[in-house]
């Protein structure tokens, strides 16, 4: 069985920064594609930042410039740094991605419990 846990939200002014973990354990080989969603009330889940296993980024419009992702494969984790946040960045975040659970198998992981960013204005 595998399992993503989310980290590192909160509340924060606009403009500040914050930087989220997501960290896969259980069954795992190694993690492969992996993504970054938010769902703000109301609005349906929407990818923010995605990564490759081979590293390659790609980024929704609205947090290109702002936002990074990126992974620690020795530590099957993934990051998001977000800088410059506004208000409309408020959203619960999720990850979700790939998982390699042996050799030859993959798997699409479950959704985590996610974690909850608040950008005060």
């Known amino acids: 069985q595998v399992q993503l846990v989310e980290s590192g939200g909160g509340l924060v002014q606009a403009g500040g920064s914050l930087r989220l973990s997501c960290a896969a354990s259980g069954s795992i080989f190694s993690i492969n594609n992996m993504g970054w969603y938010r769902q703000a009330p109301g609005k349906q889940r929407e990818l923010v930042a995605a990564?490759?296993?081979?590293?390659?980024?790609d980024y929704a419009n609205s947090v290109k410039g702002r936002f990074t992702i990126s992974r620690d494969n020795a530590k099957n984790t993934i990051y998001l740094q977000m800088n410059s946040l506004k208000p409309e960045d408020t959203a619960v975040y999720y990850c979700k991605g790939l998982i390699r659970t042996t050799q030859h198998s993959y798997k699409n992981s479950d959704w985590g419990q996610g974690t909850q960013v608040t950008v005060s204005s």
């Open positions: 990564i490759s296993s081979s590293g390659h980024t």
